[in-house]
C-alpha cells in the first residue's frame, strides 16, 4: 500500500525556516520521482521540488537557493529544508510520488502531468 504522510509544518516569522518531513511506505519510496508540491489559497498547485531515485533535484526558480530537497534512505522519508521563508512561501505542502516519464520527473506542468499519489498535506503559514 502506497502512503505518503507529512510532517512538520506550522507558523513562522519571515526569515524563518522549517523543515517537512515526508514518512513514506516502501512502495511510495522506491518510486522514480518524489515531489513536494504546495497550493496557497485561491491558487492553483505548484510544483517546488523534486528528486529521483538517482539523486537528481531540481527546484522551482520561486525557491531556489532557499529550499533543498532530500531523501534519508535510512528512515525512508523525503525531506524539505526551508530557509529565508517569505509570507509567499505560505501554503499547504504536500508530498507526492511517482513512477515518471522514463527518467524525467515532471513537476512544473501541474496542468498537464498529474502526480500518481499524494500525501494529505501540511500548512505552512509565513508572517511579515
Known amino acids: 500500500q502506497v502512503q505518503l504522510v507529512e510532517s512538520g509544518g506550522g507558523s513562522v516569522q519571515a526569515g524563518g525556516s522549517l523543515r517537512l518531513s515526508c514518512a513514506a511506505s516502501a512502495d511510495a519510496y522506491s518510486m522514480y520521482c518524489m515531489a513536494w508540491f504546495r497550493q496557497a489559497p485561491g491558487k492553483s498547485r505548484e510544483g517546488v521540488a523534486v528528486?529521483?531515485?538517482?539523486?537528481?533535484?531540481s527546484h522551482a526558480d520561486s525557491v531556489k537557493g532557499r529550499f533543498t530537497i532530500s531523501k534519508d534512505n535510512a528512515k525512508n522519508t523525503l525531506d524539505l529544508q526551508m530557509n529565508s521563508l517569505k509570507p509567499e512561501d505560505t501554503a499547504v505542502y504536500y508530498c507526492?510520488?511517482?513512477?515518471?516519464?522514463?527518467?524525467?520527473?515532471?513537476?512544473?506542468?501541474?496542468?498537464?502531468?498529474?502526480?500518481?499519489?499524494w500525501g494529505q498535506g501540511t500548512q505552512v503559514t509565513v508572517s511579515s
Open positions: 507526492a510520488a511517482d513512477y515518471g516519464v522514463g527518467t524525467i520527473c515532471p513537476f512544473m506542468r501541474t496542468d498537464i502531468y498529474e502526480y500518481k499519489y
Open positions: 528528486i529521483d531515485s538517482d539523486g537528481n533535484t
